[in-house]
C-alpha cells in the first residue's frame, strides 16, 4: 500500500475533518459575538465528497479520522454520516470533538457504533454564570448533563479546557478535581489567536509550563507515556480515577511527531493547523478527478508537510492566523 510520508519520514495516519463551520455557541476565543461569515451550504463539502475522500485517504494509510468542526452535531444527518463512515473497513478509529450542547439525545446510538471510541468534550467552567460568559450561550447545563452521561457511557471521554488568562485560570485545580471519582481525562490547552480576530489581548502568558505549576500548586503529578503522536504530555496523580493531560497547541513543541492532516469545511487540504491551506480538494473533484488523482495528489501534497508550526505560520500568505478555528476544525 502506497502511503502518506512528508519529507521529514513522518507517516500521516490521521486526518481531522471539520464537518461544517457552524456552531451553535459563540466561544470568546473562537468567534466574535456576532459570529463568522459562514460558508454558502453549497461550498461545504457533501457527506458522499467526505466519505470518498476518507475512503482515499484510508487507501493511503490512514486508519483514524476526528470530526470536529464547527459544532459536528448541528449538522444534519451526522449519524447517518457517521453510519456511512462505519462501512469503510480500512477505518479503525472515528472520534469525536463536540461542544455536547445537542448530543445527549445520540449517545446511546454512538455507543454502538464499534469506530467511535473517544469524545472530546469542550468544556471551559465549571460554574454556569462563567461558561455563558465564555461561550455566550445559556447551555451550561446541557453540557455538564451531557459530561454525565458520557463519563457513565462506554465511550472514553476527554474533556478540553481552553486555559484563558484570568477567565478560568482559577478554576484548572477545580478541574483536576474532577479526576479524582470519575474516568475522564482532562486536558489543558493552551489559548490560540484562531478566534476569527487575531491576538487577543492578555496580559498572562498561561502556556504549558504555566498551566503545569498551577496544578502542581494542589497535586502531585506522574508523568505517564504517550503514544508517540499525542498532542498532549499525559500526567497521573495518585488515587485519582482519571488523569491529566496538557496541550502546548501554541509553543508547539508537538510538531516533530506530527501525524495528522487536516480537511476544513469547504474542502481545503492543510498540513498544519498554522498554515492557511495548500489545496482545495471539493473543486478537485467537482472538476471530475477519479480516486486515482485524488491518491496522487494527497501523496504530492503530504510531501510538502511543513518542518513545524513556525515554520508553517511564517510561510502564510494570508497573514497572521486569525482565522476562526470553527472553519479550520480544531
Ligand atoms: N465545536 C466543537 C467543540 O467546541 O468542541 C468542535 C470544534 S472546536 C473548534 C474544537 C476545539 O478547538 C475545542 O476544544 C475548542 O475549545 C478548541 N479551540 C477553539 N478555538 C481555540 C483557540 N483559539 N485556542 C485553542 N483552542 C481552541
Ligand atoms: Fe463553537 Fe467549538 Fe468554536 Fe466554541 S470552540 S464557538 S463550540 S466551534
Known amino acids: 500500500m502506497q502511503q502518506l510520508i512528508d519529507h521529514f519520514g513522518r507517516q500521516i495516519n490521521y486526518v481531522r475533518l471539520a464537518i461544517t463551520d457552524r456552531c451553535n455557541l459563540r466561544c470568546q476565543y473562537c468567534m466574535p459575538a456576532q459570529g463568522i461569515e459562514i460558508a454558502p451550504r453549497a461550498h461545504l463539502l457533501t457527506f458522499k465528497e467526505m466519505y470518498r475522500i476518507i475512503r482515499v485517504l484510508t487507501e493511503l494509510g490512514v486508519t483514524k479520522v476526528r470530526l470536529t468542526g464547527g459544532e459536528p452535531f448541528v449538522r444534519k444527518d451526522i449519524i447517518k454520516f457517521l453510519e456511512m463512515l462505519s462501512f469503510n473497513d480500512l477505518l479503525e478509529t472515528i472520534n469525536i470533538t463536540t461542544n455536547g450542547v445537542v448530543i445527549a439525545k445520540h449517545i446511546t446510538t454512538l455507543e454502538k457504533m464499534d469506530k467511535i471510541q473517544n469524545i472530546n468534550l469542550s468544556i471551559d467552567s465549571l460554574q454556569k454564570e462563567k461558561f455563558f460568559q465564555i461561550t455566550r450561550r445559556d447551555v451550561f447545563s446541557e453540557v455538564y448533563q451531557t459530561l454525565e452521561l458520557l463519563e457513565k457511557s462506554t465511550l472514553n471521554l476527554k474533556l478540553n479546557v481552553v486555559v484563558q488568562a484570568g477567565v478560568n485560570t482559577d478554576e484548572i485545580t477545580d478541574f483536576v478535581a474532577l479526576t479524582k471519582n470519575k474516568h475522564l481525562a482532562v486536558r489543558f490547552i493552551e489559548e490560540m489567536p484562531f478566534n476569527g480576530k487575531g491576538k487577543r489581548e492578555t496580559q498572562e502568558n498561561w502556556n504549558f509550563n504555566r498551566i503545569l505549576q498551577e496544578i502542581q500548586t494542589q497535586f502531585e503529578l506522574q508523568e505517564v507515556d504517550s503514544e508517540k503522536s499525542s498532542t498532549s504530555r499525559n500526567f497521573k496523580i495518585d488515587g485519582h480515577q482519571g488523569s491529566i493531560g496538557i ?28 498554515d492557511d491551506g495548500v489545496f482545495n480538494i471539493r473543486d478537485f473533484i467537482r472538476d471530475g478527478a477519479s480516486n486515482e488523482d485524488l491518491k496522487n495528489i494527497f501523496l504530492s501534497l503530504v510531501k510538502n508537510k511543513p518542518a513545524n508550526g513556525f515554520i508553517a505560520e511564517a510561510s502564510r500568505s494570508k497573514g497572521n492566523v486569525s482565522e476562526s478555528m470553527s472553519t479550520i476544525g480544531g
Open 247 to 274: 496541550i502546548p497547541a501554541f509553543t508547539r513543541t508537538i510538531c516533530n511527531d506530527c501525524n495528522r492532516i487536516r480537511i476544513t469545511p469547504v474542502g481545503t487540504l492543510k498540513n498544519c493547523l498554522f
